[in-house]
């Protein structure tokens, strides 16, 4: 039977997907999880523990547990553990991204610089170190030959994925309120925990307004093979950039695909990325440079890895391929070549959380679930669950999925389930500093 590691956290939705995947196509699936190496196989599913922010360490771990278990290929869920895999399948000769470009594809500024170097379109960005006052940011020059106007920009930070602590400022006052509130997200305890010293720097870049997309697909041989390219109906223009609803096939026009399939597939190669799953986010807009009618391709980011949460659900290919079958396969050595999308249009949206709180109930959901092309609705928080919203959260309240004949119908039947849902999130109790309580105490 045919072996591959799976890099991932214990409580990542993909795990489970993956899983069934390799079930059906006859594969074992070696799971290598962040976890205590203490505990003696907690989740029992004989995963390798490894540490992500002990590189060295891990890479050593599971190259030692592949001599009685030799690994024939290597995939990877989120962001933390790519560079991870990289070396370990330099390490056992397999096929993969290598570790510098994964090192350059999880973090934002790395990425900047190595897509303005190669001569693609960037905004202005200037990195900021988190100890200067935000006073001072405007005084440091931007990072590209011309002069932009230094508002609107946005600031987020390097080594954050999901569009955690991105914002945008439209003025001295916002952008200092927007830094001091990415001070405090960086120092929660969730993030100082990962230990990546990516944290202490935040980068600051121009607004790219038009529309955004999405890419997802696979690098074979240092060619880019793209399986679908995803609509972003939802504006995303500040001032956080919470995404909500993601339907393929793209409605832009063909040649404006191309471009954005062309584009990504050059900083793909710019960041050295050359084979394994790839997920891009871009921007198109109107380029004044290259003369009226002619966009320009802004590429985000280029990760190296496939669409995170439960949205991998929205891809099926041929007749009943899931995405998660279909890299499961191309880590074993099979080509891309001839993979096709289905025919239908298909979409996927991740429900928001509507306001901090406790997750008390959800309503409604026999009636988004029977909205004529919803095939599937998934509420992936617990009840008595935290819920923190965009900039500061990481989750979503769940997953909607629908398939019709056109994107346009796709789109209809996702808001019209998610309207249909009504979710009680009670207020969560102050906390107050202990001098209050102190006081409260005796001066009840």
């Known amino acids: 039977m045919k ?25 074992e699936v070696v799971f290598a999880t962040d976890r205590c190496a203490v505990l003696d196989d907690p989740w029992q599913d004989d995963a390798i ?24 290929g290597v995939l990877v869920v989120g962001d933390r553990p790519t560079v991870i895999a990289a070396r370990v399948a330099q390490a056992l000769g397999l096929p993969w991204h290598s570790a510098d ?28 170190a988190l100890s200067p006052q935000p006073s001072a940011v405007l005084s440091q020059p931007p990072a590209t030959s011309h002069q932009p106007p230094a508002f609107p920009c946005v600031i987020k930070p390097v080594s954050l994925s999901g569009s955690r602590g991105v914002m945008r400022a439209d003025d001295p006052a916002s952008l200092a309120t927007a830094i001091e509130r990415l001070r405090a997200l960086l120092a929660w305890p969730d993030v100082r925990a990962e230990r990546n010293d990516a944290h202490h720097t935040v980068l600051i870049e121009g607004f790219i307004p038009g529309r955004e997309y999405a890419l997802e697909g696979l690098m074979h041989h240092g060619a880019l093979h793209t399986l679908a390219i995803f609509d972003k109906p939802d504006p995303l223009d500040g001032p ?25 597939a050059q900083a793909a190669t710019a960041l050295g990325l050359s084979h394994g799953p790839v997920h891009a986010e871009c921007r198109v807009n109107a380029d004044p440079s290259a003369g009226s009618g002619q966009a320009a391709v802004f590429v985000l980011e280029v990760a190296a890895r496939p669409i995170g949460g439960l949205c991998a659900r929205a891809l099926t290919f041929g007749d009943s391929c899931s995405l998660e079958e279909l890299l499961l396969r191309h880590a074993l050595g099979e080509s891309p070549a001839g993979w096709t999308r289905e025919a239908a249009a298909s979409g996927v949206m991740m429900i928001p959380i509507p306001r901090r709180g406790i997750f008390r109930a959800v309503d409604g959901l026999d009636a988004a679930r029977s909205v004529p092309q919803v095939t599937d609705l998934r509420i992936t928080a617990k009840m008595d669950q935290r819920l923190v919203p965009l900039p500061e959260g990481a989750s979503y309240l769940g997953f909607i999925f629908a398939r019709a004949a056109s994107a346009g119908d796709v789109g209809r039947a996702l808001r019209d389930a998610h309207a249909r849902l009504r979710f009680t999130v009670d207020a969560e109790f102050p ?12 001066h009840g």
């Open 49 to 72: 523990p490894i540490r992500f922010h002990e590189e060295d360490a891990s890479v050593a771990a599971i190259v030692a547990a592949a001599r009685t278990r030799p690994i024939d």
């Open 240 to 264: 956080f950039f919470e995404e909500t609803i993601y339907v393929t096939p793209s409605a832009a026009a063909a040649d404006a695909q191309d471009a954005i399939a062309r584009t990504v």
């Open 431 to 442: 906390v107050l500093p202990s001098a209050q309580v102190d006081y409260n105490l005796h």
């Open 101 to 128: 470009a994964a090192a350059v594809a999880r973090h934002k500024l790395l990425t900047r610089e190595r897509l303005r170097d190669a001569g693609l379109p960037v905004p202005w960005f200037v990195p900021l």
């Open 3 to 27: 072996r591959v590691l799976l890099l991932a956290t214990t409580t990542g939705y993909q795990t489970r997907a993956f899983g069934e995947a390799a079930e059906r196509l006859g594969v």
